[in-house]
Structures are given as structure tokens and as C-alpha cells.
């Protein structure tokens, strides 16, 4: 298999809407796919699929050896192979939806120990070294009230890495955070690019999404309008519905 996601002919609609109308992605290992597009394309709806957080109406998802189909007569995945699926796929959302009562170190600890059932020792062992990697071993004994919006970021995406997932899924990771912590979020999701993790990043931060993405997956109106090398996509667009939307964003060069 050289493509770590897979999705043919996804569909969903919510009441009478299509969201997602045919949507058809590969995505190879250690590759990071920038979803771009205005509200409502379906950018967010597409990772939920990819997560299962929202159940597609058809279409097929696969991430590395787990695969679901949804066309009719395909029987939908039950409440554990879900979760399993889920756990291939860690997703970091727009609002954080850390644990309150919970300490950073147990909030990363958490998963690997309910969901894995992780030695509560090797989980802090490994909750230590993600909380590291995100720069925030200074952090591991405060409470989230404690943190800012950029703090509660990386402890959110330490949470989804120590599940050990084969795909992060960024929805929107910066769009709540004021403009001076964007930064450190982008950094760390640099980091993870650099270290090989295949992702895929729904974003308006289009400068760091000709930087840091392989490629950029053009949506609008629930299908995918145009895709293709980050830079060729940001810098000269084919199609006039790409042009008019990057014409929103002063990007450089």
C-alpha cells in the first residue's frame, strides 16, 4: 500500500444539504496535505469522516490497514472497532476540550491508560517526553485554567501523539488562538512535518500552508475543486474559483 489515507467517493449530507459530494483523496506516508476553502466546503466534515466522528452516507475510508466502507449493504463499524479506527487518527480540534479537573501530565496520560490500558508508569514516561517535545515540561503539574490558548494547543496535540496514531488531523488548530500564539502551534506542527508524520491540516494560514504542506487540496461547495503542489496551487492557481479565494490572502512570493 503506498498511501497512508485513502478515500474514494465519499458522500455525506446533513437533512437535505450535501456536504461532501464525491470526495476522492490519497494521501502518501509522511506527506502533509493542506484543506483549504471557505467556510462551509466541507474541510471539517471530511476530517470528522476521516475520524469517524461523523459517519459518511457512502464512499470508503482507509488509514494504513483499517478500512470502512459505507456504501449500502456494507455493514457500519461498531462501537470498539470505531474507537480502534479512531485511535489511528489523532485529531487536534479548533477549541482544545481538555480535561478541566486533570493536570497537564494526566490529560496526555489519559488516553494510553483508559484507551490502551497503558502501566500508568509508561504512560507518564511517555506523556513526559511528548509534554517535551512540545515545550512544555515546565507545564506537566499545572491545570488547563492555568495555561494560554497556545499552551492548551500543544498540550491538545501531545494528547493525540500519545496515542501513538499513524495520521494527525489539525481542524483549524490556530483559528482560536490571539495572533502571538499561533506561532508556537505552527511550530510544533512544523516539527511533526519535518519528523515525517502524515497529516492533514485544514487551515487559513496560507503562508504556512505553501511552507510546511507537500500539497494543497483546494474545497468549495463540497467537492475538490483543485489540487496539486502546495506552491503551484498558492502561487499560480488553474481555476478561477482558487484565484478568487487565495485573492483574500497577501501571501509572499
Same mark, same amino acid.
Given at each position: 500500500?503506498? !498511501?497512508?489515507?485513502?478515500? +474514494?467517493?465519499?458522500?455525506? +449530507?446533513?437533512?437535505?444539504?450535501?456536504?461532501?459530494?464525491?470526495?476522492? @483523496?490519497?494521501?502518501?506516508? $509522511? #506527506?502533509?496535505? #493542506?484543506?483549504?476553502?471557505?467556510?462551509?466546503?466541507?474541510?471539517?466534515?471530511?476530517?470528522?469522516?476521516?475520524?469517524?466522528?461523523?459517519?459518511?452516507?457512502?464512499?470508503?475510508?482507509?488509514?494504513?490497514?483499517? +478500512?470502512?466502507?459505507?456504501? &449500502?449493504? $456494507?455493514?457500519?463499524?461498531?462501537?470498539?472497532?470505531?474507537?480502534?479506527?479512531?485511535?489511528? &487518527? $489523532?485529531?487536534?480540534?479548533? !477549541?482544545?476540550?481538555?480535561?478541566?479537573?486533570?493536570?497537564?501530565?494526566?490529560?496526555?496520560?489519559?488516553?494510553?491508560?483508559?484507551?490502551?490500558?497503558?502501566?500508568?508508569?509508561?504512560?507518564?514516561?511517555?506523556?513526559?517526553?511528548?509534554?517535551?517535545?512540545?515545550?512544555?515540561?515546565?507545564?506537566?503539574? &499545572?491545570?488547563?485554567?492555568?495555561?494560554?490558548?497556545?499552551?492548551?494547543?500543544?498540550? #491538545?496535540?501531545?494528547?493525540?501523539?500519545?496515542?501513538?496514531?499513524?495520521?494527525?488531523?489539525?481542524?483549524?488548530?490556530?483559528?482560536? @488562538?490571539?495572533?502571538?500564539?499561533?506561532?508556537?502551534?505552527?511550530?510544533?506542527?512544523?516539527?511533526?512535518?519535518?519528523?515525517?508524520?502524515?497529516?492533514?491540516?485544514?487551515?487559513?494560514?496560507?503562508?504556512?500552508?505553501?511552507?510546511?504542506?507537500?500539497?494543497?487540496?483546494?474545497?468549495?461547495?463540497?467537492?475538490?475543486?483543485?489540487? $496539486?503542489?502546495?506552491?503551484?496551487?498558492?502561487?499560480?492557481?488553474?481555476?478561477?474559483?482558487?484565484?478568487?479565494?487565495? +485573492?483574500?490572502?497577501?501571501?509572499?512570493?
Amino acid at each position: 500500500m503506498n !498511501h497512508k489515507i485513502e478515500v +474514494s467517493g465519499l458522500r455525506k +449530507s446533513f437533512g437535505g444539504l450535501a456536504v461532501l459530494r464525491d470526495i476522492n @483523496l490519497r494521501v502518501e506516508p $509522511g #506527506a502533509v496535505v #493542506a484543506l483549504i476553502g471557505p467556510s462551509g466546503s466541507g474541510k471539517s466534515t471530511l476530517l470528522r469522516c476521516l475520524n469517524l466522528l461523523v459517519i459518511p452516507d457512502g464512499g470508503r475510508v482507509r488509514i494504513g490497514e483499517s +478500512s470502512f466502507s459505507f456504501d &449500502a449493504g $456494507g455493514t457500519l463499524p461498531g462501537a470498539r472497532e470505531q474507537a480502534r479506527f479512531r485511535s489511528n &487518527a $489523532g485529531m487536534v480540534f479548533q !477549541h482544545f476540550n481538555l480535561f478541566p479537573h486533570m493536570t497537564v501530565l494526566q490529560n496526555v496520560m489519559e488516553g494510553p491508560v483508559s484507551v490502551k490500558s497503558a502501566p500508568k508508569a509508561e504512560a507518564e514516561a511517555l506523556a513526559r517526553r511528548l509534554l517535551a517535545k512540545v515545550g512544555l515540561s515546565d507545564k506537566v503539574d &499545572a491545570f488547563p485554567n492555568k495555561l494560554s490558548g497556545g499552551q492548551k494547543q500543544r498540550v #491538545a496535540i501531545a494528547r493525540a501523539l500519545a496515542m501513538e496514531p499513524e495520521v494527525m488531523l489539525f481542524d483549524e488548530a490556530t483559528s482560536a @488562538l490571539d495572533p502571538e500564539l499561533v506561532g508556537e502551534v505552527l511550530g510544533v506542527m512544523r516539527d511533526l512535518a519535518a519528523e515525517g508524520m502524515t497529516m492533514i491540516i485544514v487551515t487559513h494560514e496560507i503562508g504556512f500552508a505553501r511552507e510546511v504542506a507537500d500539497r494543497v487540496v483546494f474545497m468549495r461547495d463540497g467537492v475538490i475543486v483543485e489540487e $496539486g503542489p502546495a506552491r503551484e496551487v498558492i502561487g499560480q492557481p488553474r481555476e478561477e474559483a482558487t484565484k478568487a479565494f487565495l +485573492s483574500h490572502f497577501h501571501t509572499r512570493g
